[in-house]
C-alpha cells in the first residue's frame, strides 16, 4: 500500500465512472491499495462577511456579519475500473455537525453508461448541478430563480438510481433517474404538511449538447474560468405525483428549464462567459408562492494577465421570480472574483441590490472566499 498527494481525487473518481475527462478541481490525498482501487479525501470551505441595508436588530442600520457559509468533507473511492462511489458531507444547518450530502455508487455498466444509485444531486439545471463551489461569482444563486434546495431534497440532493451517459464524444450527454421525493417539497426548509394520496416516485431528466469543446462529469461547472470554449444548452424536467404537499392540500409536483452557456476564449485580454436559464415550476395550485416562472442570466470576463497571485474576474448576474401570489422577486449582483487557484482558492466581493414586491429594496455588500484542499 502507499500514500500519494495527487490532484483532484474526488473528480477524478466521478470521471472515471463515467469515463470522462474530468477537469482540474482540488488537490488532496489518495491512498491506493491495488490495481484501480484507492480511497481519497479532500476539504472545502465558503466563508463570507456581509454588511445588508436595514438588517441589524433595529431595523434601521446595517448589519454586519461573518458566516461560515459552508464546510465540506470530500470522501471518493474506487473498488475497480468499474465500481466507484463517494460520500461528501455538509455542516448542518445550525452548524454543529455534519450531514451526508452525496453517498452513492458508481457503476459503468458501458464506457458510455454508468449507474449512479444513493443519495446525489437529481438532474436538474445547470445552477443546481454546479452548486455553490462551482458557479458564477462564487455561492448559490440565492434560490431565486433556481429553487432545488426548496423542492429538491436537501441542497438539491435525493435518494434514488439513475443512468448518466453520454455520446458523440462526449457532447451529448443526458441523464434520467427515479428518486424519493419524499423532500420533494420544502419551504425554508422544513417539511411543510403531511403528504397524502399515493406514493408516487419523483422522475427526473436532463438533455445536454454542447457544440463546441465536450464538458466532462455528472456534477457540472457553471463557468470554466477561460479553460474551455463552451457553447451548450440544456433542458431539464422532474414530477411527482402528490408531490407538493401542504397542511391542508396535496397535489401534483413539476419543473421545467432550460440553461445556456457560452464562454468564449480570446475574446480582447482574456475570455468572455455568457449564461442564462428559465423555468416553469407547477405545484397544482398548493403553494401558489412557489408555483410560477423564472429566469437568470449571468455575464463574467475573466483576464489572462494574473495580478499578484491570480486572475482578476468581474461579473454580473440577475434573477427574477415571478410566483403565482405576484409578489416578484428580483435581484441584482455586481462583483468581481480573484481567481487564486481555480475552484480551489477565490475571494469575491460583490454589491447586490433585492426587490421584492410592496416591500423596500435591500442593498448589501458581501465579501466571500472559498478553499478546497
Excluded: C, H
Excluded at 451526508?100 to 458510455?112: C, K, L
Excluded at 462583483?335 to 477565490?346: S, W
Excluded at 421584492?356 to 448589501?364: F, R
Amino acid at each position: 500500500m502507499k500514500f500519494e498527494i495527487k490532484r483532484n481525487p474526488l473528480m477524478a473518481a466521478v470521471a472515471a465512472a463515467l469515463m470522462l475527462p474530468a477537469m482540474p478541481a482540488y488537490s488532496g490525498g489518495t491512498i491506493t491499495f491495488g490495481e484501480d482501487k484507492s480511497v481519497s479525501i479532500g476539504l472545502g470551505m465558503r466563508g463570507s462577511f456581509s454588511s445588508v441595508e436595514d438588517a441589524a436588530p433595529s431595523g434601521t442600520s446595517r448589519s454586519q456579519d461573518f458566516s461560515l457559509d459552508s464546510a465540506r468533507i470530500y470522501l471518493s473511492g474506487s473498488l475497480n475500473k468499474y465500481i466507484k462511489g463517494m460520500l461528501n458531507t455538509e455542516k448542518d444547518i445550525a452548524g454543529q455537525g455534519f450531514q451526508a450530502i452525496d453517498a452513492n455508487v458508481q457503476v459503468a455498466i458501458t464506457p458510455g453508461v454508468t449507474i449512479w444509485a444513493g443519495r446525489f444531486l437529481s438532474p436538474s439545471d445547470r445552477a443546481n448541478m454546479a452548486g455553490p463551489y462551482y458557479s458564477l461569482g462564487g455561492g448559490y444563486w440565492s434560490g431565486i430563480a433556481s429553487r432545488y434546495g426548496f423542492n429538491g431534497g436537501y441542497i438539491g440532493r435525493d435518494d434514488g438510481v439513475a443512468v448518466v451517459g453520454s455520446a458523440m464524444d462526449g457532447k451529448f450527454a443526458y441523464s434520467f433517474g427515479a428518486f424519493e421525493g419524499a423532500t420533494a417539497f420544502q419551504i425554508a426548509p422544513v417539511t411543510v404538511g403531511t403528504r397524502t394520496g399515493s406514493d408516487g416516485l419523483m422522475y427526473a431528466g436532463r438533455l445536454q449538447f454542447d457544440f463546441w469543446d465536450a464538458e466532462p462529469g455528472y456534477y457540472g461547472t457553471g463557468n470554466y474560468l477561460g479553460g474551455k470554449n463552451i457553447l451548450a444548452i440544456g433542458i431539464a424536467g422532474r414530477s411527482q405525483k402528490n408531490g407538493a404537499f401542504s397542511a391542508i392540500a396535496t397535489g401534483d409536483y413539476a419543473s421545467y428549464s432550460v440553461d445556456f452557456l457560452l464562454e468564449k476564449k480570446g475574446v480582447g485580454p482574456g475570455a468572455l462567459s455568457i449564461e442564462a436559464a428559465g423555468y416553469d415550476y407547477d405545484t397544482s395550485d398548493v403553494f401558489l408562492s412557489e408555483q410560477g416562472t423564472a429566469y437568470s442570466a449571468g455575464v463574467g470576463y475573466i483576464f489572462d494577465q494574473k495580478v499578484g497571485w491570480g486572475q482578476l474576474q468581474p461579473f454580473v448576474r440577475y434573477q427574477k421570480f415571478n410566483p403565482d401570489t405576484d409578489i416578484d422577486t428580483k435581484k441584482y449582483d455586481v462583483g468581481v472574483n480573484y481567481i487564486i487557484d481555480g475552484y480551489n482558492a477565490q475571494i469575491s466581493g460583490a454589491y447586490s441590490n433585492t426587490e421584492v414586491t410592496g416591500a423596500s429594496d435591500v442593498d448589501a455588500f458581501t465579501v466571500a472566499m472559498q478553499f478546497q484542499f
